[in-house]
């Protein structure tokens, strides 16, 4: 099924829902794993998920089409994301990066997950990456998104995108020696 | 061997899934609807022998097409030379005419009305089958 064609079942009254049942089981995983890369915790990712495909299924007739709806989804799970770590960092008296750097410490596998030994390095070096850096290193990376997507779902500029895709790239290499 | 990508997550375990589509969906009051789906070995199969019943009418109605079209032009070919036969008859008629009339001795001792039904004429009772007609005609 096209983009075109889930956001036509979306759109109509009579078939939203089964609309909406597609767009859950199409994005549950991606959409986990992206909110994950930006709020380092299960219990944190689960809330925020939930959110997120509340938030959609309420908002959906206020897209415009002007992007593709991934994009305007993908959008919507990082502001939730990113507004869950503000509060945090309010209640820790903290900033965002703070908050993330507490949670790679306290990081464990969860019952639920039994990550690889990879995997755990690498969530912990992400963990250790500026968000937004981090952010855009898991749209690009694990997520397969192109940098000019990952902009427009960050609302800024191609070229800062890159700078901050060079960055994590950077960093990570550096972290991933030392881990 | 292939190189896994270490960046590519595992699935998420099935449990988790649908305890949290279970929240999302009462959440928003609705329920799950999902159209049935088939494996896709069924589809892979309704369209081979699709395809295979395309190939075949699609080939009979070519050839066919392709046969009808050689028959044409066989005819086309004979009818072109009977034709061309009649033609040339009637040219070479029509020189041996004018041969003659171009020969004094001809001109004298004979006059020819090169027209329309001479060639015909002519025509006709060059050909075998005016003979045969004229015996059949004649034996009635």
């Known amino acids: 099924m096209t983009e075109i064609e889930l956001t036509a079942l979306l759109k109509n009254p009579q078939t939203k829902t089964r609309g909406f049942t597609i767009l859950f089981d199409l994005y549950k995983e991606r959409l986990y794993y992206h909110i994950r890369s930006i709020v380092a915790n299960h219990e944190a990712t689960d809330d925020v998920l939930q959110n997120t495909f509340i938030k959609i299924y309420r908002h959906i007739d206020g897209f415009e089409g002007k992007s593709q709806l991934f994009t305007w989804m993908y959008r919507i799970a990082t502001n939730e994301a990113l507004n869950y770590l503000k509060i945090e960092a309010k209640h820790q008296q903290g900033t965002i990066d703070s908050v993330r750097e507490k949670r790679v410490l306290q990081m464990e596998a969860h019952s639920y997950f039994d990550l690889s030994e990879v995997e755990k390095k690498l969530q912990k070096a992400l963990d250790q990456l500026p968000h937004r850096q981090a952010l855009v290193f898991s749209l690009h990376f694990e997520q397969k998104l192109k940098l000019k997507e990952i902009a427009i779902i960050l609302e800024t500029s191609l070229g ?6 060079h960055l994590a790239q950077k960093k ?3 972290i991933l020696r030392q881990l | 061997m292939k190189r896994t990508n270490p960046l590519q997550r595992k699935p ?3 449990a988790y899934l649908t305890d949290l589509e279970n929240r999302v969906f009462e959440a928003l009051a609705i329920e799950p609807q999902r159209t049935k789906s088939r494996s896709l070995r069924h589809y892979k199969y309704q369209w081979t022998i699709a ?15 392709s046969k009808n079209q050689t028959e044409l032009i066989e ?13 040339y008859e009637a040219n070479i008629f029509i020189e041996q005419q004018l041969g003659i ?8 001792n004979n006059v020819y009305d090169l027209d329309h039904e001479s060639v015909i004429n002519y025509l006709t009772e060059e050909s075998p089958s005016y003979w045969i007609n004229q015996l059949e005609e004649n034996e009635k």
């Open chain 1, 160 to 165: 800062n995108v890159k700078a901050l895709h």
């Open chain 1, 172 to 174: 990570l290499k550096k």
């Open chain 2, 12 to 14: 998420l375990p099935k």
């Open chain 2, 51 to 65: 395809a295979s019943l395309f190939i075949c009418i699609g080939s009979y109605f070519f050839f066919e097409n």
């Open chain 2, 75 to 87: 005819i086309e070919s004979a009818q072109i030379a009977d034709y061309l036969t009649s033609d």
């Open chain 2, 101 to 108: 009339l171009e020969d004094p001795f001809s001109i004298e």
